[in-house]
């Protein structure tokens, strides 16, 4: 039987249509299974169980156990500077030196003074030693013998207001000289030599210079006052010294520099103020540093750390194993199931390396701590234990 015409040219369409699809519909589908990827190889570890202390920061600056200002206690021409700016001084060292001359000239005027007082005291200690003997002997009148016993007294006085100036005179003849009164180190001088330089008490006497005391040094921050409660509280159970006066139970504290990553200088806390700012809410508390080699510097800003809490045991994991999404913190957690699934926590301080969690984390989960930029919410891994070496599963897959 043949088939003519319409028949035979739809047949031939549809075998035609069957040999062209055919090899297509074969060839789509061995790409599907090509293309499913194998499960990304993670490594997990548990969370780090580890006894820590909570910590408070505080940004501070430091300041000098001593600060003396250098001001002359006399008026005068200044002679000369015995020191260089910056430069660091021992307690004794001269300093600044005042023209001494006119001193020299007034102590030594002060001396004849006395001298001559001292001279007119004998002559009226002899001429009432002979009143004694004329007065019983009626030779003279009991009035001329109270004269020159009056005249005794006032020569004593007058020695003893010559003495008085002498020691005056010395004083501000060795006030010339102006001797460091700690050690430290002295900044810039204010007067060069040639300038008059004005002393004495009031207030305006010429300023020299300024020395601060080096080692040790203090360290001054505020905190607030439910941190002040939470402190006392502490200090009262046993588990903290941060409200300590000082002594031996102070509390340890640890200090960076602003371009330091850890806290890596150790003090003890110095001091607690006795009473809290009205305006702002907030109480002064002082550490105190060793400052051997003059790193810390009156005025320079850092971070200190402050014990919180009562020592206890926390739960740690590597910082580079928690994501962020949005304002919140994340780490993936592999179920029995292999499947990567985020749990959202609360972040603590970081210790020797290692993030504390304080919430949201459990002694048994299996924490990615490798491999979190290769995964998403919900997917299933290969989990490889921290530590283990790298088995099939865990190669790159063949291209």
Request: proline share 6%; aromatic share 6%; hydrophobic share 40%.
């Amino acid at each position: 039987m043949q088939i003519r015409g319409a028949g035979a040219r739809r047949i031939g369409i549809v075998v035609l249509a069957l040999v062209a699809f055919g090899p297509l519909a074969g060839c789509g589908q061995g790409q599907k299974q090509q293309a499913a990827p194998p499960a990304p190889a993670v490594t997990v570890a548990p969370p780090v169980k580890k006894v820590v202390t909570e910590t408070d920061e505080y940004v501070g600056r430091f300041v000098a156990v001593d600060s003396v200002e250098i001001r002359a206690r006399v008026s005068g021409y200044l002679d000369a500077v015995h020191f260089k700016d910056g430069q660091l001084v021992k307690q004794g060292d001269l300093l600044f030196s005042i023209d001494r001359r006119p001193f020299v000239t007034t102590l030594e005027q002060a001396k004849a003074n006395l001298a001559q007082a001292k001279a007119n005291l004998a002559y009226t200690e002899s001429d009432l030693g002979r009143a004694q003997q004329l007065v019983r002997e009626k030779t003279i009148t009991e009035q001329t013998f109270d004269q020159r016993t009056q005249a005794k007294k006032v020569a004593e006085a007058n020695v003893a207001a010559q003495e008085a100036a002498v020691r005056q005179a010395e004083l501000d003849l060795s006030f010339t000289e102006l001797h460091a009164p700690i050690s430290g180190r002295i900044g810039d001088r204010r007067v060069s030599p040639g300038n008059l330089v004005t002393g004495g008490t009031g207030g305006t006497t010429t300023l020299l210079g300024t020395i601060v005391s080096i080692d040790p040094i203090r360290f001054e921050f505020t905190f607030d006052e439910a941190s002040f409660i939470r402190y006392e509280r502490l200090a009262k159970q046993g588990a903290s010294s941060v409200s300590s006066g000082g002594g031996d139970a102070a509390a340890t504290v640890m200090l960076r520099l602003i371009d330091e990553k850890t806290f890596g200088h150790q003090g003890r806390m110095d001091f607690i103020d006795n009473v809290l700012d009205k305006g702002s809410g907030t109480i002064r508390g002082r550490a105190e540093f060793s400052n051997a080699n003059g790193l810390f510097t009156p005025g320079l800003f850092a971070r200190l750390q402050v014990p919180g809490a009562a020592p206890a045991e926390a739960l740690l994991v590597p910082d580079t194993a928690i994501g962020s999404e949005q304002v919140r913190k994340f780490v993936y957690v592999v179920d029995a199931d292999n499947v990567a699934k985020p749990k959202y926590v609360v972040l603590g301080q970081l210790v020797d390396g290692l993030r504390v969690i304080k919430e949201g984390l459990s002694p048994d989960d299996r924490v990615v701590v490798n491999g979190v930029a290769r995964i998403r919410p919900m997917m299933k891994v290969t989990p490889q234990p921290q530590g283990a070496p790298p088995g099939p599963a865990a190669a790159a897959p063949a291209k």
